[in-house]
């Protein structure tokens, strides 16, 4: 071995014994941090702080720039009502992008079908009527909840059970908290 180059082994080895922390493996290591779109995540918005490197300045600051700060998406099942007796539930993917200026919430169906409106739209429907333009969303008893989309091709009008749904607001609301610092400059105290 020559002698510009040390082996530090040894230490990483004490210091993954003793704290737990790999020096070796940083953010960029897949198996370091997940993100919500990663279907083996457990459901949190953002990486731990623990999956960042000790070398990183920054890493006891909260994120601070909303176009760094995770998409969330969660997935949910629902039914759609036709005139059938029994309609087989279908996969719908529930997406919030805190980089998107409109702040809407966007819902996934199979075949390529994709409907965006407002997050408070779903939030309102979750307790009473709501509408707005060509999306209306309504409860259903205490624990379901109805959307109807209104297309030039008709009305598509879909059961869903409230708790994907509430769970999916906490998420977005989690990820807009997360981003909220941005107003306090680096190095200052709020």
Same mark, same amino acid.
């Given at each position: ?25 940083? =953010? ?7 993100? =919500?779109?990663? #279907?083996?995540?457990?459901?949190? =918005? ?9 070398? @990183? ?12 700060? #995770?998409?969330? !998406? ?8 036709? @005139? ?6 279908? %996969? ?17 169906? %199979? $075949?390529?079908? !994709?409907?965006?409106?407002?997050? @408070?739209?779903?939030?309102? $429907? ?7 333009? @060509? ?16 297309? %030039? ?27 909220? #610092?941005?107003?306090?400059?680096? $190095?200052?105290?709020?």
């Amino acid at each position: 071995m020559s002698p510009a180059v040390e082996d530090h082994s040894e230490d990483h080895a004490a210091e993954r014994s003793t704290t737990g922390h790999d020096p070796s493996r940083s =953010v960029a290591d897949p198996a370091a941090s997940r993100s =919500v779109a990663d #279907p083996a995540a457990s459901r949190s =918005v953002a990486a731990p702080a623990a999956s960042r490197s000790v070398a @990183d300045p920054d890493a006891s600051r909260s994120v601070a720039d909303p176009a760094a700060t #995770p998409p969330v !998406e969660d997935h949910a099942r629902a039914r759609v009502v036709t @005139d059938a007796p029994l309609s087989n539930p279908v %996969p719908v993917a529930m997406r919030y992008d805190p980089a998107d200026a409109s702040g809407a919430v966007r819902f996934a169906f %199979p $075949g390529g079908n !994709e409907w965006a409106f407002p997050r @408070d739209l779903l939030e309102s $429907g979750l307790r009473a009527p709501a509408s707005r333009g @060509d999306v209306s969303v309504w409860p259903c008893g205490r624990a379901q909840t109805v959307l109807e989309f209104h297309s %030039p091709e008709g009305v598509a009008v879909v059961q869903f059970d409230s708790s994907p749904l509430v769970r999916f607001l906490r998420h977005t609301y989690a990820t807009d908290a997360r981003a909220a #610092p941005a107003a306090t400059p680096a $190095g200052r105290r709020a």
